[in-house]
């Protein structure tokens, strides 16, 4: 029987922001490219806008991007929603269905570059 790693508390707290975002940091993982807008914008709707660029910024933040995007801390909801020209309020709305969090999640990656690892990727690592 496998015996858990962290507990259930311990896994909560790491699949959700920070509570506060070093202003550095917000700076440098929120600031949105004219690309990265190019992207958002490309969504139906402020809030699947607003919602895409807020998974792009988690992943590019933490490697990862919480299930409800509506508690990252305020701040950065408005400061990204600024960058868009859109009411930070609109972030209620997203991820009410659990394919467009999902479908979103993958455009982001695939934007970002991500990719599974291929065997020759561990033996660079090892390396």
Do not use: W
């Amino acid at each position: 029987m496998p015996i858990g790693f962290l507990t259930q508390a311990e896994r909560d707290r790491l699949n959700r922001f920070p509570d506060h975002i070093p202003h550095d940091d917000l700076i440098a993982f929120f600031t949105l490219s004219v690309s990265d807008q190019d992207q958002a914008r490309r969504q139906r709707g402020e809030y699947n806008c607003l919602g895409f660029a807020l998974q792009l910024c988690a992943l590019r933040y933490l490697g990862f991007v919480p299930d409800m995007l509506a508690n990252a801390p305020t701040l950065a909801i408005e400061f990204v929603a600024d960058q868009l020209g859109l009411g930070a309020q609109a972030i209620t709305l997203y991820g009410q269905r659990i394919a467009t969090r999902t479908e979103h999640l993958r455009q982001v990656q695939a934007y970002l570059g991500f990719r599974k690892a291929l065997p020759g990727d561990f033996e660079d690592l090892a390396q």
